[in-house]
């Protein structure tokens, strides 16, 4: 027999004295056994009662994120001032420490009116109330606020989410026909705003704003080599957020926005003062091929 079969046959005849000498105290000590299987099972309901159910559970990491909304008609100027207010009631909150709030159209903001503010909670120690119970106490003062609306939830390690959403859970509708589904989901949003189960139920579906359609004479356009991938491009220019450029400072970075003047972002007839270059480098007026 080699050296490691007799140093494993060694280990394995004291771990059967070791399971003979606590089965003869069991065998001795049958009410205490007894004893300790009930506390046992009582132990295993008690914490099967208070541990968080769920997927994950809920974590107080010290954050939380919060998603702005606002009338899908608003302006950027508008949406900042509003967004400023909104940040200066949460920070009227003894368990805020700081925030940073973010608006405009970027690759997590997909429309002008919906913005981010991510709170940063002091310790807990400090503070004496975990993210969910803080979020509670900033909710009515920040229902106070006009024409803007805060969904908040506290900031996870481990997400299974693909975007960052208004609310903890998401459900997804999905119809082939858009103008069916424009009918339902309000109806759908409203019945789970009825339910005393859910709070802050919401919708990311934006059908509010305001618009206008024009249509493009394609034989006047191609005659002076104008695509409709260049009128879209001069559009958006004017209309859009198109960002041009960054700079960079020591402390942060701000983004550089091309856009018309404010004053001509006020009403429609601002279109017949937009020129597309066209290929030789003319200025063509809008309004020469769309109406």
Do not use: C
Not at 132 to 146: L, Y
Request: net charge negative.
């Amino acid at each position: 027999q080699s050296r490691l079969y007799r140093k494993s046959e060694e280990i394995y005849e004291w771990i059967i004295r070791q399971y003979a000498t606590t089965l003869r105290w069991v065998l001795a000590n049958q009410g205490l056994t007894l004893l300790v299987a009930v506390a046992t099972l009582a132990a295993t309901v008690v914490l099967f009662l208070i541990v968080p159910k769920g997927f994950f559970p809920v974590q107080d990491t010290g954050g939380i994120l919060g998603i702005t909304e606002a009338s899908p008609a608003i302006s950027f100027s508008a949406m900042a001032e509003r967004q400023k207010a909104l940040a200066h009631a949460i920070l009227q909150d003894p368990a805020v420490e700081s925030l940073t709030s973010f608006i405009g159209v970027d690759g997590t903001n997909t429309t002008i009116n919906s913005g981010r503010i991510q709170i940063n909670l002091k310790p807990l120690e400090e503070r004496g109330l975990n993210a969910s119970d803080v979020i509670r106490r900033i909710q009515p003062t920040a229902a106070k606020v006009d024409g803007i609306a805060l969904f908040m939830q506290p900031l996870q390690d481990l997400t299974v989410e693909d975007r960052i959403s208004r609310t903890q859970y998401q459900y997804s509708l999905e119809d082939p026909d858009q103008a069916e589904l424009f009918a339902w989901a309000p109806r759908f949003l409203a019945k789970l705003q009825s339910l005393p189960q859910l709070r802050d139920a919401a919708s990311d579906q934006q059908e509010g704003g305001l618009q206008a359609a024009l249509t493009i004479d394609r034989d006047t356009a191609s005659r002076f080599g104008i695509t409709p991938q260049l009128i879209d491009d001069t559009l958006y220019d004017a209309f859009g957020q198109r960002q041009v450029s960054t700079i960079f400072t020591q402390l942060n970075q701000y983004h550089v926005v091309l856009e018309a003047k404010p004053q001509y972002q006020q009403n429609v007839s601002s279109l017949n003062d937009i020129y597309v270059r066209a290929n030789n480098g003319m200025q063509i007026p809008l309004n020469t091929f769309t109406h």
